[in-house]
């Protein structure tokens, strides 16, 4: 059973960086795209960042580019978001979501999400 | 950037009804649309890949259609588990974008 769990969201004070975690289990992790997916307060989902299955493909969207960095390590099936300089426009529920395939950003499964709180 | 636009952005229908959401890409993304469906407080769930082909587990009641710029979702006889929030996503090119979102609710 593919699970996706998210960690390390919480409260922080505009300017301020935290970094997601999300622990993969039931695939092989090392073989499909990754992404996170935000939602905020009463909006629709919003793509955030993306990597392909090695990490040398990284896609960000335009409202994080610069602040927001994707990565992940394979041997511990684990994937980060490190968010610097963070607004209140950041505030959210972050999605980590699984590709299918390895350069595909159709997200197949979803965990049940971080959220983080920019506030001061 | 691609745009994606969904209509209706609310829909209210009835146990049994049919539904159909309209999903239109700014530019052709041939058939590399995705249709998810979100409730309050849960994951979101993958529903139809490739703009037809049904995730598994999905219903057969739901169905995709479409390419180019323009796709719809259908639900050939709405049930009470279906009410919820449906988005498109296109899977084209980055950023993959999603449409407003559809919220089905109970007339």
């Known amino acids: 059973e593919v699970q996706l769990l998210e960690s390390g969201g919480g409260l922080v004070q505009p300017g301020g960086s935290l970094r997601l975690s999300c622990a993969a289990s039931?695939?092989?992790?090392?073989?499909?795209?990754m992404s996170w997916v935000r939602q905020a307060p009463g909006k629709g989902l919003e793509w955030v960042s993306g990597l392909n299955d090695n990490g040398g493909n990284i896609n960000h969207a335009d409202s994080v580019k610069g602040r927001f960095t994707i990565s992940r390590d394979n041997s511990k099936n684990t994937l980060y978001l490190q968010m610097n300089s963070l607004r209140a426009e950041d505030t959210a529920i972050y999605y980590c979501a699984k590709g299918c395939d390895t350069s595909c950003y159709r997200s197949d499964y979803w965990g049940q999400g971080a959220l983080v709180t920019v506030s001061s | 950037d691609i745009q994606m636009t969904q209509s209706p952005s609310t829909l209210s229908a009835s146990v049994g009804d049919r539904v159909t959401i309209t999903c239109r890409a700014s530019q052709s993304i041939s058939h590399y649309l995705a249709w998810y469906q979100h409730k309050p407080g849960k994951a979101p769930k993958a529903l139809i890949a490739r703009a037809s082909f049904l995730e598994s587990g999905v219903p057969p009641r739901f169905s995709g259609s479409g390419s180019g710029t323009e796709f719809t979702l259908t639900i050939s006889s709405l049930q009470p588990d279906d009410f919820a929030t449906y988005y498109c996503q296109q899977y084209y090119i980055s950023p993959f974008t999603f449409g407003p979102g559809t919220t089905v609710d109970i007339k």
């Open positions: 039931g695939f092989t992790f090392s073989k499909y795209a």
